[in-house]
């Protein structure tokens, strides 16, 4: 999919307190410039607060190319992303 929409970025979110997982490959894709420069911004829905530190404590240590929030609210996560498509 990413491949059909070269010339455009889009929003994403990810529900990640739902147990989810990705191979190696596909966790190296997922961090490559080839694949984070079609993300615009990325909203991350983890099970609790800790969670939400860890993985805000990894974006740290590798900052991706987008802006991103990590929450462990779906509503709030897709307020987040509809009000910075709005921008």
Avoid: C
């Amino acid at each position: 999919a990413v491949n059909e929409m070269k010339p455009n970025k889009f929003n994403a979110m990810v529900v990640g307190s739902q147990g989810i997982s990705f191979d190696p490959d596909a966790r190296d894709y997922l961090k490559s410039e080839e694949f984070q420069k079609h993300i615009d911004n990325y909203s991350l829905i983890v099970a609790n607060f800790g969670q939400q530190l860890l993985v805000d404590f990894l974006f740290k240590l590798q900052k991706p190319l987008f802006e991103y929030k990590v929450f462990t609210s779906e509503e709030k996560a897709k307020q987040w992303l509809l009000k910075k498509g709005s921008q």
